[in-house]
């Protein structure tokens, strides 16, 4: 049977090497070749455990000096700047429900320097030595090291000693210059953003990455931006998971704009379709293609494990950034709701760490694909 996906493009895949061109002519094959297939790399890659991570948000401040056309979280006129013993109460409340992580991002303050950033790590640490910090984001490290005075080398070190155990890699919207001109003129160019993501890896902190699409890209800039990331991974290794966020138009100028000329959210079966081609470049660099519940709704994440994604994030406890830009799925979701959405799909739930480790077991092909099927440890 014809698939539409031609066979030397598929042995390109298995291999990892998938071109621009191939990433096109994924593109315009049909939906359901494109998802069939992706769900071939996720068994290959990661079987059929979908993980989840038990976490809580974290927003210091939504106080920002940034410019981001798409952005409906800051406010600089009814701001709030958590005081570390707000933030503590926070941690406490995320060990109290078993979170193994905690994801902390904020604003950019115009009035700070790096101490600052390293006094929320070096807080939390004292009193909760082994939760797990996923912290700033490429801008706001690049901020802190630029209000210093000082390299996003020796940023990186100084955060990393400080208690930083991995970055979300967020901040990289689309890594176009010409994107980034458009919505988000103030912020670090594309470049910057490969450059301190990479500077974290070699400083040995592991990071996500992310794609906001959706909005003013071509098909040919999210291509190039999922190729940057294999180009990345290739090179230092250190991407744990890559996560596809559709852009969210409300409360935000860019997409004000964009809803005047009658262009809403992107449709679900392309959110889907970029998921399955997430998988199919990504084949053999990065094993983790997380599903954003928060983003997609927990209906189309559960549909997006059959297409390519293998992770469905975190409990997150709580949401402000897609809230305040129309998305109205909920700011938490237990584990227990979690995995019920996976067994739903089909799969075999897996609680993880951050960085995924202890969870690579194999499992036996007779276990695979099974509802219900409960794993042992
Ligand atoms: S996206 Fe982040 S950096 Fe940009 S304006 Fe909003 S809070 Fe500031």
């Given at each position: 049977m014809d698939t539409g996906i031609p066979e030397e493009l598929k042995e390109r895949a298995y291999r990892g090497i998938c071109t621009k061109e191939d990433a096109a002519l994924l593109l315009g094959a049909g939906p359901f070749e494109l998802f069939s297939f992706a769900d071939e790399l996720r068994a290959l890659a990661v079987g059929a455990r979908v993980t989840y991570v038990r976490n809580r948000n974290i927003n210091f401040t939504n106080r920002c000096t940034g410019t981001c056309r798409?952005?409906?979280?800051?406010d600089n006129k009814d701001y709030y700047i958590l005081s570390p013993e707000e933030l503590l109460a926070k941690v406490r409340e995320a060990k109290e429900t078993k979170a193994t992580e905690v994801c902390i991002q904020g604003g950019l303050l115009p009035d700070v320097d790096l101490s600052f950033y390293l006094g929320i790590l070096e807080s939390i640490k004292a009193e909760y030595p082994e939760m797990h910090i996923h912290a700033f984001s490429p801008m706001e490290v690049w901020h802190a090291a630029r209000l210093s005075g000082i390299s996003v080398k020796e940023a990186l070190l100084q955060l990393k000693k400080s208690g930083l155990d991995s970055m979300p890699g967020?901040?990289?919207?689309?890594?176009s210059d010409r994107v980034r001109e458009i919505?988000?003129?103030?912020?670090?160019?594309a470049g910057e953003w490969v450059e301190v993501v990479k500077q974290a890896h070699t400083t040995g902190l592991p990071t996500t990455a992310t794609m906001m699409y959706?909005?003013?890209?071509t098909p040919e800039e999210r291509i190039e931006h999922i190729l940057t990331i294999r180009e990345i991974q290739k090179e230092?290794?250190?991407?744990t998971e890559f996560v596809p966020l559709p852009f969210m138009p409300y409360n935000n100028p860019i997409g004000e704009k964009l809803m005047k000329e009658g262009r809403y959210t992107s449709p679900g079966t392309e959110d889907l379709k970029i998921y399955a081609l997430s998988r199919i470049l990504l084949h053999t660099h990065v094993d983790n293609i997380q599903a954003s519940w928060v983003k997609l709704g927990k209906k189309l994440a559960q549909l997006a494990l059959h297409c390519g994604a293998n992770d469905l994030g975190g409990t997150l406890m709580e949401e402000r950034i897609s809230k305040s830009a129309?998305?109205?799925?909920?700011e938490t979701i237990t584990a227990k709701e979690l995995e019920w959405m996976i067994r739903g799909a089909g799969r075999i739930p897996k609680e993880r760490n951050t960085l995924y480790m202890g969870i690579k077991e194999p499992v036996s092909d007779s276990q695979r694909e099974v509802p219900g099927y409960e794993a042992s440890e």
């Amino acid at each position: 049977m014809d698939t539409g996906i031609p066979e030397e493009l598929k042995e390109r895949a298995y291999r990892g090497i998938c071109t621009k061109e191939d990433a096109a002519l994924l593109l315009g094959a049909g939906p359901f070749e494109l998802f069939s297939f992706a769900d071939e790399l996720r068994a290959l890659a990661v079987g059929a455990r979908v993980t989840y991570v038990r976490n809580r948000n974290i927003n210091f401040t939504n106080r920002c000096t940034g410019t981001c056309r798409f952005c409906a979280f800051k406010d600089n006129k009814d701001y709030y700047i958590l005081s570390p013993e707000e933030l503590l109460a926070k941690v406490r409340e995320a060990k109290e429900t078993k979170a193994t992580e905690v994801c902390i991002q904020g604003g950019l303050l115009p009035d700070v320097d790096l101490s600052f950033y390293l006094g929320i790590l070096e807080s939390i640490k004292a009193e909760y030595p082994e939760m797990h910090i996923h912290a700033f984001s490429p801008m706001e490290v690049w901020h802190a090291a630029r209000l210093s005075g000082i390299s996003v080398k020796e940023a990186l070190l100084q955060l990393k000693k400080s208690g930083l155990d991995s970055m979300p890699g967020t901040a990289a919207e689309i890594l176009s210059d010409r994107v980034r001109e458009i919505i988000c003129p103030a912020k670090l160019k594309a470049g910057e953003w490969v450059e301190v993501v990479k500077q974290a890896h070699t400083t040995g902190l592991p990071t996500t990455a992310t794609m906001m699409y959706g909005h003013v890209e071509t098909p040919e800039e999210r291509i190039e931006h999922i190729l940057t990331i294999r180009e990345i991974q290739k090179e230092t290794g250190g991407i744990t998971e890559f996560v596809p966020l559709p852009f969210m138009p409300y409360n935000n100028p860019i997409g004000e704009k964009l809803m005047k000329e009658g262009r809403y959210t992107s449709p679900g079966t392309e959110d889907l379709k970029i998921y399955a081609l997430s998988r199919i470049l990504l084949h053999t660099h990065v094993d983790n293609i997380q599903a954003s519940w928060v983003k997609l709704g927990k209906k189309l994440a559960q549909l997006a494990l059959h297409c390519g994604a293998n992770d469905l994030g975190g409990t997150l406890m709580e949401e402000r950034i897609s809230k305040s830009a129309g998305a109205n799925n909920g700011e938490t979701i237990t584990a227990k709701e979690l995995e019920w959405m996976i067994r739903g799909a089909g799969r075999i739930p897996k609680e993880r760490n951050t960085l995924y480790m202890g969870i690579k077991e194999p499992v036996s092909d007779s276990q695979r694909e099974v509802p219900g099927y409960e794993a042992s440890e």
